[in-house]
Nanobody
Framework: QVQLVESGGGLVQAGGSLRLSCAASGRTLSSFAVGWFRQAPGKEREFVAGISWNGGKTSYADSGKGRFTISRDNAQNTFYLQMNNLKPEDTAVYYC????????????????WGQGTQVTVSS
């Protein structure tokens, strides 16, 4: 079993930056692909970014390309989402997730989820 805990969310002005962290416990993440999803009020959960088990492959939703960077530190059993130039439309609850199989953009493929952290971007 893997427990994931997000941190780093908060309120930021448009154009600002936040760095989300996801710390894992219970099992090493080194064999998992990991990713970030988000869900805004009244909308479905959507893929934001993902990274393969060794960091060799990354994937981003178009909405975050050039602004968001996903990274991981397997030694610390933690992965991150650096978000720059934030926009009001980035406001959502952000979830981290871990996937035992290969990197995917589909929420159905992820096996473990964090509880979510709120990101609010004011205009």
């Amino acid at each position: 079993q893997v427990q994931l805990v997000e941190s780093g969310g908060g309120l930021v002005q448009a154009g600002g930056s936040l760095r989300l962290s996801c710390a894992a416990s219970g099992r090493t993440l080194s064999s998992f692909a990991v990713g970030w999803f988000r869900q805004a009020p009244g909308k479905e959960r959507e893929f934001v970014a993902g990274i393969s088990w060794n960091g060799g492959k990354t994937s981003y939703a178009d909405s975050g390309k050039g602004r968001f960077t996903i990274s991981r530190d397997n030694a610390q059993n933690t992965f991150y989402l650096q978000m720059n130039n934030l926009k009001p439309e980035d406001t959502a609850v952000y979830y981290c997730a871990a996937d035992l199989s290969r990197l995917s953009r589909s929420a159905e493929h992820f096996d473990y989820w964090g509880q979510g952290t709120q990101v609010t971007v004011s205009s």
